[in-house]
């Protein structure tokens, strides 16, 4: 089951790197708190939608008060707050600039699934979060020195970047919490994205509606990536546990390069620090997945 998660987790960062990309393109004319709101509420959608067709809607009828808090906690951590902080970041320095600093929930996770989880690590688990942070951080090297942005929009964009990997580490372990009480992947995330939907909507109403930012094309499909992959993201934590699923999600700048190469061509800068950063990565989520 754990190997399952896993694969979750790097789908996971597959679809960020996706989403990242494309939210860069949709904030040229929408704000970071648009497009979170925006995600929120595909993301309920899609949860309603999932429920409905593997049968955990009754779930709903019998939720005790500790899953829907820790639902709605992680909700408003992850996905209001935390991908709120990463848009914004995204918007002032750019995908593999902000993804780069996010990863480094990675180191932060075992610390969350000590202090709300409960769970421990072993040092396989530590040295390979250590790679994973080692290697992004030198992929975040080699795309940080081309002066493209003002000190000020650096500062800014670093700086939630680094809040982001917090409240994204944290959030993940209460989402495990909820995970255990409902007993569904798909109930979790659907009430954690209705939380986060109530939260960001009053922003969202006041900068246009849910119709302006569902006319932007990359905002929409931005957020039908997003969603996808936080729905793999919850299954993920339901096999595993969070020091195992945080690091291997956590690749997701090596994918942001990869697309950047590919179907996102030009979009983003490849050099020799990318090269080296995206094999220390993926050396660090295979010592992280062994038993």
């Keep these: 089951m754990q190997q399952l998660g896993i694969s979750l987790a790097l789908l996971t960062a597959l679809l960020w790197g996706a989403t990242s990309l494309e939210m860069r393109k949709a904030m040229v004319r929408l704000s970071a708190i648009s497009v ?3 995600t929120s509420a595909i993301g309920v959608a899609m949860g309603i939608t999932a429920s409905l067709l593997d049968g955990s809607w009754t779930r709903y009828l019998s939720l005790g008060s500790e899953g829907t808090i820790y639902a709605a906690v992680a909700g408003v951590l992850v996905f209001a707050l935390g991908r709120f902080l ?6 002032e320095v750019g995908a593999s600039r902000s993804n780069s ?14 202090t709300v989880t409960k769970e421990g690590f072993g040092p396989l688990t530590l040295l ?5 942070v080692l290697g992004v951080w030198l992929i975040y090297r080699s795309m940080g020195n081309r002066g493209e942005h003002g000190r000020g929009r650096k500062v800014v964009g670093l700086g939630a970047s680094v809040a982001a ?11 495990r ?8 992947p798909t109930a979790t995330y659907t009430l954690s994205s209705l939380a986060a939907l109530l939260v960001s909507s009053p922003f969202l109403l006041r900068s246009g509606g849910f119709s302006a930012a569902l006319r932007n094309g990359h905002a929409a499909l931005g957020g039908l990536f997003n969603s996808l992959a936080s729905f793999s993201y919850w299954g993920a ?25 590919t179907a996102y061509k030009g979009s983003e800068h490849v050099d020799s ?4 950063g995206a094999l220390l990565t993926t050396i660090g989520v295979v010592l992280v997945s062994l038993p």
Aim: glycine share 4%; charged share 5%; no cysteine.
């Design 36 to 38: 979170t709101a925006l």
């Design 86 to 91: 990463w848009y914004l970041a995204i918007n």
């Design 101 to 114: 600093v996010v990863a480094v929930e990675a180191l932060v996770a075992p610390l969350a699934s000590i």
């Design 128 to 132: 390979g979060s250590a790679l994973v």
């Design 165 to 175: 990997a917090f409240v994204f580490a944290f959030g993940s372990s209460f989402a």
């Design 177 to 184: 919490l909820a995970n255990f009480e409902t007993g569904s």
């Design 237 to 261: 934590l339901s096999l595993a546990p969070v020091p195992v699923v945080v690091p291997a999600s956590q690749t997701f700048p090596v994918f942001t390069v990869v697309l950047s190469l």
């Design 273 to 276: 620090y990318t090269v080296l």
